[in-house]
């Protein structure tokens, strides 16, 4: 009879809440919403950097949305069919060059190609990440992880927007979105 460790499967203490693959997809969802949100706080910046109007950079947010409604139950309704780790790497994968792109973007129009890419991914992320509730904690903590995962998104637009703000401010709008990098 093989072991947990020779037969390669990870052992994960589902009897404590904030257990390491929990902090991952709460850390995850706090990134997907930093990512979403830091926009808002930086849009001078950007406009400033790629000699367009506020307003202009102010549009990304609202296509953003546009984007991120519809696709989110469509993303989540044909992830179904695949097997669900390798397309969370995928989306995360996407996600990250999406953010990269945001990063080292030369002018507005390829921002948006960026932006959109990313809210291509967000809500399916987040619909992929409910769906490892079972394997990663117990019927009791249920409720509390749905909660948590989606506080990440609330924590964001409170911590992440201003920390977005002031790294734009102080190092670049683009280091904004390396460290959304880091994070990823």
Known sequence: MRTEAESGKVRIDKERFFNLPVLILIASSFMLGMSEFIVVGILPDIAADLKISEVTVGNLVSLFAFVYA????????????????????????????????????????????????????SGTLVAVAMTYVPDVTTDRFRTKFIAWVFSGFSIASVVGVPVGTWVANTFGWRWAFHMINVLT
């Open 70 to 121: 519809p696709v989110t139950p469509l993303g989540s309704a044909l992830s179904a069919r695949f097997p669900r780790f390798a397309t969370h790497l995928t989306l995360i994968g996407i996600f990250l060059a999406g953010n990269l792109l945001c990063a080292f973007a030369p002018n507005y129009a390829v921002l948006v190609v960026a932006r959109i890419m990313i809210a291509l991914v």
